[in-house]
């Protein structure tokens, strides 16, 4: 080792440090290129053309074009480009603080719902037209159904029992009606929300299935040229489209440039001359791009909300993206050691009540989170059962024969009675938790601390442990006691960009029913049961805010703040930008303005 | 009478002990770094005797106070932790993480470096091979793998970076012990019925022992920047305990904002700490180089 070897290993350290100090630098003491002519968030004069480019989220590529998502190709930012390629019947549109599916942009009229809600009848409406001239019509929905009705294991939205297996009979009655004969009554509500809403899309039948194939043969045609992600520019079969946009380049790496449809027959058509997605692989390359202006619509990390005043100052606004989502840690019900305490009802009533949730998604999520009432939207529950009340949770175990030794809590009473620890917990049993996070966000680390240090004060050992998100959704699985899997975890956390997207109809029969395909915490209750089938099956509207109130006062899960889907940054010129919760994109909608006679960009 | 003569007294020959001081003292890069691993072993292991504070329990209403805020002179970090004495806590997991797996891996490559360059032949090339084809996968790379696979914590991470460091040692004292399984005294206890462990760990390691030494504070200067590198990547020990790196990790988040308080104490913490070893580690080298000592000497 000589003094060679020295000068290099110093020589190494200072270069790292002053990569560091350049970063500083550069990242935080720069001055900005990005700034645009800034005509104020309102007023303006509207100007046609143009040409707007919206940054995607980190490494997140389109890579599906073909509307019958395959598995693993469903990520919203896929599902988004179809529908202005192929939209469905029926969207989602937000009023107040709900979604309705009474869209002006659907394509057809308001379903209805006849022989007690075993029928139901869909009109196209009038005048909707291919790109090449050919009349969207019922047929071009019959097309829809036969390929996802015989392929139902290649389709990524497929759920058993639910379509295409709910519908007995698809009635043409005519080219612009149709009958769907049902298994059973349902709640006309959830039933256009959550199964006619977003799935139901009409695919250009004379251009894709010319010589009237089977179903399985055209399926599987269909997905041999969905799989060509750099032929979709070319490819003739995604040229007949009967949304306001057409594809003009799709590249490989995930930039996609779209240009109106000139023939497109809806209300909205575009304004724009050209809408651009460009892919990122980091949000840091993002944030640099959007500082230098090479984006008109992106997005900053929530650790960068304090310096929202210096976007607004450029010219741009800054506008959480809230999605139509809940989050929380699940709690692993089934662990043969922690479970029986979790499945005390008001254990984990104390376990929320220690979760301050206003201070963390003031402080932690820099305001751009807000804090999760239930299992369904909170906008849509009137109040949270639980705030955060340290002395309540105090009080709560106490009075269930807990006491503090050697600064954790044990269980001095146990038994089943009113004022005992509960069934299956031991005598002196620690009430000591391991908590499975994501790693890999700031805020998700410092929201798991604030939690670890409440819990810490009030006799609660916490250990958190951080894997990478993959791990822990391959991890906090539901399990049987008996599995070997169910003693990996207690509780886990995947929600940094919220842990649970909902349908327009945010129902529990994917999430809180007994044996649900995501109710990972295995949590099963009779009462919750009967509530999530009233939201499918009844009628009476109010059945959704009971279903959300019950499961929210028996804690299945603790609610922790739901982040925002993205802190959104937008040019100040741009306008007629909806960020809907549903994660959908309505670029047809949006328009420049100038402040004066000058003429707009593009 | 006269005494038939008398021999003028030689002046004393210091031994190579008091010869390496004198060398190591002149040496002021080497001097310098050891006196900031001493002040820096006393920031973070005396300091929060001194000044407590508490680093387990956040305190959201106090979240990013800039330095000089009243009772936080380095402010306050994005949880509300005095930033002066995270500093001090993160810097005893640094350092006992780094200390532990740098002598760890020293340790490990002497052993193994001697046994091979002793017994020599079929053994020696196996032994080396296998070093050199763990040498051809990237460290970080391991690291990281197994940093995901396992939870962190200071043992563990102490074993990973151990498990990863120990093969450059090996290499340099191999090449030491093939030089002295030549020499006389081996020869000697060969002959007198020593046998294969005896001359490893008599005779070889403790011959070796200023190439241990010195490659013992490189160890650990790398194995600080390792715990760096993995705590930056978010493979720190889980919070509330935290490390330089991940306190730089951290920091860097807010790089946007301005808040540089959460970010330069610790990257200039790593920097000092690296640097004092590796001076300390060249001064060392020196002391322990005979030539190097007999020059000077000659130089007086």
Redesign the interface.
Known sequence: ???SE?RT??RT??A??LA?LL??LT???SAWSGRVTDVGAIGGTRVEGGTATMALPPAAGPNWIFPIGAPGYLASYNGALQNLLYPPLYQPVRKGGTLTMDNPRNLAEPPRYGDGGTTVTVTLKKGYTWSDGTPVTTGDVKFWFDLIKDNKKEWGGYSPGLLPDNVRRFETVDDRTFRLRLDRAYNPAWFTANQLGQNVVPLPRHAWNPRNESPRKTFARLLGHAKRLSAFATDPLWKTVSGPWKIERWSTSGQVSLVPNRRYTGPDKPHLDRVVFKPFTTADSE?NVLRSGGVDYGYI?P??M??AGRFKERGYRVDPWEGWAITYIVLNLNHPTTGPMLRQTYLRQALQYLI?QR??AR??WHGTAAPTRGPIPAGLLARDPYPYDPARARRLLAAHGWRERGGVLRCVRPGTGPDACGKGIRDGQRLKLSLLSQ??S?ET??Q???I??SY??AGIAL??????LN?VLGTTVPCKRTEPLCSAWELGFFGTAGSWYFQPAPSGEQLFATGAPSNMGNWSDPRADELIKATEYSGDPAAMRRYGEYVARQVPVLWTPNPAYQVSVIRNDLRGIDQNPTLTLAPQDWYFVKADKKAGRG | MTAAGSVSAAPATPGPGRRALAVFTRDKPALAGAVVLVALMAFCFLGPLIRPTDQ???D?GR?NLPPGSPGHPLGTT??GYDMLGRLMTGGQTSLEVGLAAGLLATFIGTVYGAVAGYFGGWLDAAMMRITDAALAIPALFLLVVVA?IV?PSKPVLTLIIASVAWLSPAR?IRGEALALRSRDYVHAMRLMGGGGTRAVFRHIVPNAIGTVI??AT?QI?DAILYVAYLSFL??SI???AADWGSMLS?G???????Y?WL?FPP?IAI?LV??AF??L??GL?DAFDVRLQRTRRNRR
């Open positions: 080792m000589g003094r020295t290993r110093l350290l200072l790292g440090l560091v970063t500083l990242g935080g003491c944030f990390p650790s960068v304090a310096q301050d201070s963390i402080v932690v790693s890999g700031t680390s410092n798991m601390q604030e670890k240090s810490d004060r250990d958190i442990r951080q894997q990478p791990t | 387990v329990h956040t959201l979240a994005d949880l995901t939870t340099l010195v490659n490189f200067a978010g493979l889980p919070p509330p951290t860097i988040t807010y790089t946007q904002v301005g540089w970010i990257g920097v690296v640097a590796t001076f580690g060249d080298r």
